[in-house]
């Protein structure tokens, strides 16, 4: 890799960056820094942020992420809720696992999003680069929606958009939020991590629980 080429872009991005951008950003880093601490912050912060980016991504022409992020600040509200009216006898909503219908729902989506968006990009849009952005738009699509749920593999789908919206948002010429991409990729991996171990200890837990509960009802 040619790092005086990515330190040029870098410094590029610094130069043009926006005030709108970089506030963007600032708000976007802290939403994906709340989430991996399972902090209700990440649903304002966010908000706050993909409203922002609405806006950036008409004038790129990324028109997909465009609506991804519309489609982020609907599921920030529904995630919100969610979070914050557990099942009874919850107090909170806990991190867990997809399991196999959730696989299958969440594949599907993914299909049908890609599919979807592809073919709206390509046929009625400007955008010459309908591929990748209907990818990291679809994938994206599948995190927030099992973020909103807790779902541990929410991060897997983050890690993939990330990383693909890396080279995607520094050939748009958004240095500074392709940077940001990632960041956001390495504390996708943390926030990975620390939602295997909230699950785990979830489930012990709840195991705990069951034994218990069995010892005194059985």
Request: some cysteine.
């Amino acid at each position: 890799m040619d790092w005086q080429w990515v330190m040029d872009g870098l410094i590029r991005g610094l130069q043009n960056m926006t005030m709108l951008e970089a506030t963007a950003v600032f708000f976007g880093v802290a939403s994906v820094y709340f989430s991996m601490k399972e902090n209700i912050l990440v649903y304002p912060t966010g908000i706050i942020s993909t409203l922002i980016y609405v806006w950036i991504c008409l004038e790129v022409k990324l028109y997909a992420d465009m609506g991804i992020n519309a489609y982020y600040f609907s599921m920030s509200i529904y995630g919100w809720y969610v979070w914050t009216h557990p099942k009874a006898g919850k107090d909170v909503l806990p991190v867990t696992w997809l399991k196999w219908p959730g696989w299958l729902s969440s594949i599907a989506l993914w299909m049908v999003s890609y599919a979807v968006l592809y073919f709206v990009l390509s046929r009625f849009t400007d955008s010459d680069v309908p591929y990748w952005d209907s990818f990291t738009t679809s994938v994206a699509f599948v995190g927030m929606f099992m973020m909103a749920k807790k779902k541990v593999e929410n991060w897997i789908a983050w890690i993939i958009t990330d990383l693909v919206s890396v080279p995607l948002y520094f050939y748009k010429g958004l240095i500074l939020t392709s940077f940001q991409f990632l960041f956001f990729t390495i504390l996708a991996v943390l926030g990975l991590i620390a939602w295997i171990k909230s699950a785990k200890k979830y489930a012990r837990e709840s195991e705990k629980n069951s034994h218990h509960w069995t010892r005194v009802n059985g």
